[in-house]
């Protein structure tokens, strides 16, 4: 249904959508601009942020096979019995320092 508007509200409507569409270009001018900066400001992150997928990636494989861990740390205690007991105690205190300090902000 087409309805009839007199010359003078269709110039002012036609002015209007102009301006929409004005506006319209220049949010997205700015916008490939905005998105141009963001990807070149993200290059310097690249890198770290690889690191870091690597770094989750390499956790996810040995909490997937919990076993190596095991046969390492027996193997360790095997042939180097005195470092296994030097980590042993060393991993101990780490987690009592840890257990007494979780306490504290328990507080």
């Known amino acids: 249904m087409t309805v009839w508007l007199p010359a003078s509200e269709r110039a002012v409507l036609n002015d209007a959508r102009r301006d929409v569409q004005q506006r319209q270009a220049l949010l997205l001018e700015r916008s490939a601009a905005l998105r141009q900066i963001f990807a070149d400001d993200a290059k310097g992150l690249q890198r770290p ?3 870091v ?8 494989w040995w909490a997937a096979r919990p076993y190596w861990l ?5 193997s360790t205690l095997l042939l180097r019995p005195r470092r296994a007991l030097g980590w042993g105690l060393r991993a101990w205190s780490g ?7 979780q306490a504290l902000l328990q507080r």
């Open 70 to 74: 095991v046969a390492l740390a027996g």
């Open 49 to 51: 942020l690889a690191v």
């Open 95 to 101: 987690w009592r320092t840890w257990r007494r300090v």
């Open 53 to 60: 997928d690597r770094t989750r990636d390499v956790i996810r």
